[in-house]
């Protein structure tokens, strides 16, 4: 007999792993008293699988070799659980050795006498030394910015606590690229969560995959900003676009992200953390980035779907993956998606995307063979982004684009792509007029006289000259492009009927 816990939705622990585990027990089990032993074995029978191969132990009742099927800790749990199955004892066959029992994969609490104080939740109980099987964030300090290094004594948990951090690698979200493991937990109160298991999770969940367990994703890669954007991306768009799945699952999401769809009931507060590290002997965390606006998050994704629409642009929320998608450069044989990251952390941020935007055009896209513009409906979402999260008068944002519309066609027509590359290169406010100089004579061009007022603090029309640069050389790039984009496709039709 080991201790009785009790599993139900009311004693949150404040940490979002082992909330998720509580959820996940509650889900598994339902609310009840339970022996701890019972419980422990259920969840290990649920995370100890068949490898495919086979093995041969020695059966001394029979006296000969029998054949069994291999186990080992499911993939990727066997990152963190680092216990290996027991052998029992060996003895030698013609010069071999054999085990005399298949290998049983178990796991002890090993539970304290005495009662003390749990580390996690503060009740007073049995204890055992936390390990990582218990808690993914076990891990050495050198090996990891101290995310939970414990005192001196050690980190002691209670057994429901142990036991929710085992079940916790069942309630996951996981998404593995090569090496790389990222890992996902939307935390919010105990019912919340449980709301969410059971509505958007259970339904979505791809299981027995080797790549992950997280619904569809439209991008991911090594890099943690960039998948924790594929996975919103993912979940939003069942909000917008809710046809293949129960009415519930989109009903929840759209409670939990969509503010104001519930007049009567406020929204949750809901953090996603996202965790990401290096898979080898075992787990190696790398970070753990905290996710707290996504309610406004989705209010950005609204304002871009509504765009798309008003557009008339056929599904939204796969072109917004589209544009998003887009910002990776081929390496070799790989694709490198470090663009993709950095854009991907601003927007999850709200900060500036813009100067990542511009290297990205000018040294990715534009020396592309041939070179591309950006993928359509780039400018629209990335301009509502400037209005709503920047704060960019619509007014002056539609100037500049107008004029790097002109600025890049007429910088085509006459082959000055260095003076594109000298505006982008500006490092102050008289270089960048120099160079607009430069376009006024050379191209033979207008420069509106919005941009000419340089006010204090070196603003133009109240934003920071730099960012003022930067957009235009983003608009004249494309616009570039495009028109390179647009004549190759013309000479390639005319060769054709030629
Ligand atoms: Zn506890």
């Given at each position: ?338 663009w993709?990251?950095k ?9 500036d995307p813009f100067p990542i935007m511009e290297t990205f055009i000018f040294d990715v896209r534009a020396k592309e063979?041939?070179p591309?513009?950006l ?25 500049l684009?107008?004029f790097g519309?002109?600025l890049g066609?007429a910088a085509k027509?006459d082959g000055e792509m260095g003076l594109l590359y000298a505006l982008r290169n500006a490092k102050k406010p008289e270089e960048f007029y120099r160079v607009l100089n430069d376009a006024q004579f050379r191209l033979?061009m207008?420069i509106?006289?919005?941009l000419?007022?340089i006010?204090?603090?070196e603003?133009i029309?109240?934003v920071p000259w730099v960012r003022v640069k930067t957009l235009l050389a983003i608009y004249a790039m494309n616009s570039y492009l ?17």
């Amino acid at each position: 007999m080991g201790n009785i816990i009790t599993i139900d939705l009311r004693h949150e622990t404040g940490n979002f792993w082992m909330n998720n585990g509580l959820v996940t027990l509650y889900c598994e089990f339902g609310e009840g008293n339970y022996d701890s032993d019972y419980i422990l074995e259920k969840l290990t029978e649920k995370i100890v699988q068949k490898t495919g191969n086979k093995g041969k132990y020695f059966d001394k009742k029979k006296e000969e070799l029998v054949e069994y099927e291999k186990v080992n800790w499911k993939y990727p749990t066997n990152q963190f659980i680092k216990v290996s199955g027991k052998a029992g004892t060996k003895v030698k066959i013609d010069g071999e050795e054999y085990s005399t029992q298949p290998p049983i994969f178990d796991l002890k609490l090993k539970l304290s006498k005495r009662h003390g104080i749990c580390n996690l939740c503060g009740i007073e109980a049995p204890l055992t030394d936390a390990k990582m099987w218990m808690f993914p964030f076990m891990v050495e300090p050198s090996k990891f910015g101290n995310f939970y290094s414990g005192s001196k004594r050690g980190f002691k948990l209670c057994a429901r606590c142990a036991l929710a951090g085992l079940a916790g690698y069942i309630g996951w979200l996981w998404k593995a690229q090569g090496k790389v493991l990222h890992f996902f937990v939307f935390h919010s109160d105990l019912s919340t969560m449980e709301r969410l298991h059971r509505e958007v999770f259970l339904p979505l969940r791809a299981e027995g995959e080797k790549g992950g367990n997280t619904p569809r994703l439209p991008f991911w890669g090594s890099y943690i900003h960039e998948t924790t954007l594929g996975l919103l991306l993912s979940l939003f768009s069942y909000i917008s676009n809710p046809k293949d799945i129960p009415e519930e699952t989109s009903k929840c999401l759209a409670s939990l992200f969509r503010v104001g769809s519930v007049p009567s009931s406020l929204p949750s507060f809901i953090t996603l953390y996202a965790v990401t590290g290096i898979m080898g002997q075992a787990f190696s965390m790398k970070s753990v980035k905290e996710i707290t606006k996504l309610h406004s998050l989705y209010k950005l994704y609204e304002k871009w779907v509504n765009e798309f629409e008003r557009r008339e642009l056929d599904n939204p929320p796969r072109q917004i993956a589209l544009v998003l998608r887009q910002f990776m450069s081929r390496q070799g044989n790989k694709d490198e998606t470090l663009w993709r990251d950095k854009v991907a952390r601003a927007i999850l941020d709200f900060a500036d995307p813009f100067p990542i935007m511009e290297t990205f055009i000018f040294d990715v896209r534009a020396k592309e063979k041939p070179p591309k513009p950006l993928v359509m409906g780039t400018l629209d979402m990335f301009n509502i982004y400037l209005k709503e999260v920047l704060n960019m008068d619509e007014k002056f944002q539609r100037i500049l684009a107008g004029f790097g519309y002109t600025l890049g066609r007429a910088a085509k027509e006459d082959g000055e792509m260095g003076l594109l590359y000298a505006l982008r290169n500006a490092k102050k406010p008289e270089e960048f007029y120099r160079v607009l100089n430069d376009a006024q004579f050379r191209l033979e061009m207008t420069i509106p006289e919005a941009l000419l007022r340089i006010e204090k603090g070196e603003r133009i029309f109240g934003v920071p000259w730099v960012r003022v640069k930067t957009l235009l050389a983003i608009y004249a790039m494309n616009s570039y492009l495009r028109e390179y984009a647009r004549k190759d496709k013309d000479s390639a039709t005319l060769e054709k009927e030629e």
